[in-house]
């Protein structure tokens, strides 16, 4: 088993957060608000850094700990953006 912490993409992360626009992680990032990781041209953002901004309540609304069915749905959408 790998000891590497899993990594969403901008896109995946904003559903993650509750609809939160791609558009502010990507500010938040280039503000460093948020600890981001580029992989080539791609931004990710860990599943720790999530779990943060969702402690302090970061999205526009009260917000839980993500749920397995929020990760599943964000790796779906991922999955179809990319095929």
Do not use: F
């Not at 901008?10 to 990507?26: F, H, I, M, N, W």
């Amino acid at each position: 088993m790998s000891d590497l912490e899993r990594h969403y993409s901008v896109e995946a992360a904003a559903k993650c957060l509750g609809g939160l626009s791609p558009r502010t992680l990507y500010n938040w990032a280039a503000q460093g608000k948020i600890q981001r990781v580029k992989v080539g041209a791609r931004l990710m953002i860990a599943e720790s850094e999530l779990r943060r901004l969702l402690t302090a309540g970061a999205g526009p609304k009260a917000i839980e700990p993500v749920s397995q069915n929020q990760v599943a749905a964000a790796e779906e959408h991922e999955r179809a953006a990319v095929a």
